[in-house]
Antibody, heavy 117, light 108 residues
Framework: EVQLVESGGGLVQPGGSLRLSCEAS????????MHWVRQAPGKGLVWVSR????????IYADSVKGRFTISRDNAKNTLYLQMESLRAEDTAVYYC??????????WGQGTLVTVSS | EIVMTQSPATLSVSPGERATLSCRAS??????LAWYQQKPGQAPRLLIY???TRATGIPARFSGSGSGTEFTLTISSLQSEDFAVYYC??????????FGQGTKLEIK
C-alpha cells in the first residue's frame, strides 16, 4: 500500500524555524517527483513546492521562495521541508503529496504548523 | 499564473439527486485538470484526472467533462459519503500548479 506519513509540525514563534518530514512507503520513492501543499485553517489548498526524483530540481511558490527549502533523502525514503523566517500566514496543515504524471496521488494525512507568539 | 474559479461556492443537494460542480480556468488547460474530494478532518483524495478519467477505486457515479477553460464534475446519484468539499486543480502550467477555491457540497 502506498503511504505517506508527515511529521514535525507544531507551534513555533514568528521568525522561527521548523523542519517537516514525510516518510514514504509502498512505492519506489526515487522514481517520483514529490510536493508539499498547504491548507490554512478553513481555507483552500495551496501548492508550496516540488522536488524532482533525484532531488536536483526544486521550485517554490512565490510566497515561500527564499524561506523554505524542499529536499529528499532517497536512501531513507523521506521528503523534507525546511521552513525558516516563519510568519503567521504560514500557519496551515502541510501535506506531502506524490506526483503521478502531474496529478497528486496520494496525499499524506498532513501535519499542522502553527506560527504564533 | 492560471487562476481557477469554482462555482458555486456551496451547493445544496438531496441524497439520490445529481450534483453538478463547475470549474473555469483563466486560460486553456487542454485536458490537464484534476478533481479532488476532501472530507472534514481528512486529506484530499484524487477523483478525476485528465479532465475525465476516474482514479483507481473511484465509483462510476463520479464523472468529469470539459476541456479548454470550462470543466464539470458530475455526481450522478449522491450518497451520504459524497458530501464534502471538491477542488479542481490545473497542471497545464506545471510546475506551477493552482487549485480552485473549492465547492462545498452539502445535504439539502
Amino acid at each position: 500500500e502506498v503511504q505517506l506519513v508527515e511529521s514535525g509540525g507544531g507551534l513555533v514563534q514568528p521568525g522561527g524555524s521548523l523542519r517537516l518530514s514525510c516518510e514514504a512507503s509502498g512505492f519506489t520513492f526515487s522514481s517520483y517527483w514529490m510536493h508539499w501543499v498547504r491548507q490554512a485553517p478553513g481555507k483552500g489548498l495551496v501548492w508550496v513546492s516540488r522536488v524532482t526524483g533525484d532531488g536536483s530540481g526544486t521550485i517554490y511558490a512565490d510566497s515561500v521562495k527564499g524561506r523554505f527549502t524542499i529536499s529528499r533523502d532517497n536512501a531513507k525514503n523521506t521528503l523534507y521541508l525546511q521552513m525558516e523566517s516563519l510568519r503567521a500566514e504560514d500557519t496551515a496543515v502541510y501535506y506531502c503529496v506524490r506526483d503521478v504524471s502531474s496529478r497528486f496521488d496520494p496525499w499524506g494525512q498532513g501535519t499542522l504548523v502553527t506560527v504564533s507568539s | 499564473e492560471i487562476v481557477m474559479t469554482q462555482s458555486p461556492a456551496t451547493l445544496s443537494v438531496s441524497p439520490g439527486e445529481r450534483a453538478t460542480l463547475s470549474c473555469r480556468a483563466s486560460q486553456s488547460l487542454t485536458s490537464n485538470l484534476a478533481w479532488y474530494q476532501q472530507k472534514p478532518g481528512q486529506a484530499p483524495r484524487l477523483l478525476i484526472y485528465g479532465a475525465s478519467t476516474r482514479a483507481t477505486g473511484i465509483p462510476a457515479r463520479f464523472s468529469g467533462s470539459g476541456s479548454g477553460t470550462e470543466f464539470t464534475l458530475t455526481i450522478s446519484s449522491l450518497q451520504s459519503e459524497d458530501f464534502a468539499v471538491y477542488y479542481c486543480q490545473q497542471y497545464s502550467n506545471w510546475p506551477l500548479y493552482t487549485f480552485g477555491q473549492g465547492t462545498k457540497l452539502e445535504i439539502k
